[in-house]
């Protein structure tokens, strides 16, 4: 895993005091210091969980923590608002989805104990008897990312369920949430569109205070408030169709900066009308887990055992 150091330095000056800027916002126009960033950062990220009524007393939050840039951003952000409340509790989840040489558990397990944050670990291995270095080996890694996604969520929301958890947090910001309505346009897949917002008996709730916030912005949260950034990719990311809608957004919003924020309320638009129709879920007979039609988990599961 490639961790990289960067020296910021700026001949712009900060439009809000003249100090010496780390960021230029090319869709506000504006050139911002380190505190006028990380300011603006937080003040966004607070009245996305406000507008959206996130954070509420009892609450329990577990963080979907991977140990990388956007979770690990998350995780001290949440942390920074939430610590000194009585009233709301945070933890962390770790997925450990058993890839050689990816991600290590240890390493998030520091971090959050640094920070003072309960943590939780689960594998893919301890709880499917596999993992996807093993699916694989099996069905070769063409839909790694397919199946490594559909069990991951599954997992996450089993783990937050268990420990407690009254919302689940995602480390998901503006490019990834642009990204995913373009993905569901270009597959013409209206039932993603339109997936609702209502709870759903056996899933924990998911929050995304980074949803406004682009990605070299979370990037750069991360690196002043740890002085590093974790740049390092899942092995099979390159099988995903994630990378290829990344590269044509990317190439497409540096000439139309407000792209991204068009799909986003696209995305929440839909959702919206979604959420007006009533929908049906079912519970697995198998794993007890939410589901539609059928269980894919469990179909994942049977078509790596027989290795079909």
Not at 120 to 130: C, L, N
Not at 138 to 157: F, I, P, Q, T
Not at 265 to 284: I, W
């Amino acid at each position: 895993m490639l961790m990289i150091k960067v020296d910021l330095i700026s001949p712009m000056r900060c439009d809000k005091c003249r100090r010496p800027a780390v960021l230029f916002q090319r869709y506000s126009g504006l050139h911002l210091c380190r505190d006028h960033f990380i300011a603006d950062f937080e003040t966004r990220a607070k009245r996305t969980i406000r507008e959206n009524r996130w954070v509420l007393p009892g609450d329990r939050i577990a963080v979907a923590f991977s140990g990388g840039k956007d979770s690990s951003a998350l995780l001290i952000f949440l942390h920074t608002l939430l610590s000194k409340r009585r009233d709301v509790s945070l933890l962390s989840i770790t997925i450990d989805e058993g890839i050689r040489g990816y991600r290590d558990p240890a390493r998030a397990r520091s971090f959050a104990g640094d920070l003072g944050v309960p943590h939780v670990t689960v594998s893919f291995q301890e709880r499917y008897g596999t993992t996807v270095d093993g699916i694989v080996e099996k069905k070769g890694d063409a839909l790694s990312c397919s199946y490594c996604g559909v069990l991951r969520r599954n997992l996450l929301n089993e783990a937050a369920r268990d420990a407690g958890a009254t919302r689940l947090a995602l480390g998901f910001n503006l490019d990834d949430e642009a990204q995913t309505v373009l993905m569901n346009v270009l597959r013409g897949d209206s039932a993603r569109l339109l997936r609702g917002t209502r709870p759903v008996p056996g899933m924990v709730p998911r929050i995304k205070p980074f949803l406004s916030i682009p990605e070299r912005e979370v990037a750069l949260y991360t690196y002043l408030q740890t002085g590093r950034i974790d740049t390092g990719r899942c092995p099979y990311s390159h099988n995903a169709l994630r990378a290829e809608v990344r590269q044509m957004l990317n190439a497409y919003a540096w000439k139309h900066p407000a792209t991204r924020f068009a799909l986003v309320n696209l995305g929440q638009e839909l959702a919206a009308l979604g959420s007006a129709s009533p929908g049906t879920v079912h519970t697995c007979t198998r794993c007890g887990e939410p589901c539609g039609t059928t269980c894919r988990s469990c179909e994942i599961l049977d078509e790596v055992r027989d290795g079909a």
